[in-house]
C-alpha cells in the first residue's frame, strides 16, 4: 500500500512538473515590484508603491484586518538616486582610522 501510494505521488510530481511552460519576456513584461512600504503605528495598514516593469504605479492602502484595499494612480516610477561617490569607491582615512564616509561601521 505504502509502495503503491509512493509511485502514484512520483506520477503526479513528474507530470505537474512537466506542464510548465518556460518564461517569455511577455512574463517578464508582467512582473510589478513593491517599494516604499510603510506599516502604520497601530499595526492596522500597510501602504506600499506598486509598479510594473514598464508603465504607471500605483499606490496601495491595504487593511490588514479586514484585507479591504485602496489603490490611487501615482504615474511613473521614480528615477534612481545618483550614486553616491563615498561608497563607491570608499578609501582609508588614516586621520580617521576608518574607511571614509562610513560612520560607525569601523
Known amino acids: 500500500m505504502q509502495l503503491r501510494t509512493l509511485a502514484l505521488a ?3 510530481t513528474f507530470t505537474a512538473f512537466a506542464q510548465k511552460r518556460p518564461l517569455t519576456h511577455q512574463d517578464y ?5 513593491i517599494q516604499s512600504t510603510h506599516l ?20 496601495v492602502l491595504r487593511n490588514l484586518k479586514t484585507g ?3 489603490r490611487q494612480s501615482i504615474g ?6 545618483p550614486p ?12 580617521r582610522g576608518r ?5 560607525g561601521l569601523l
Open 99 to 103: 574607511i571614509g564616509g562610513m560612520k
Open 76 to 81: 511613473a516610477r521614480p528615477p534612481a538616486a
Open 40 to 59: 502604520s503605528a497601530d499595526g492596522a495598514y500597510l501602504g506600499y508603491a506598486l509598479f510594473p516593469q514598464d508603465g504607471d504605479g500605483e499606490f
Open 84 to 95: 553616491n561617490r563615498a561608497t563607491q569607491n570608499p578609501r582609508w582615512d588614516e586621520q
Open 10 to 12: 512520483a506520477i503526479f
Open 68 to 70: 479591504k484595499e485602496w
Open 29 to 33: 513584461d508582467s512582473w510589478r515590484s
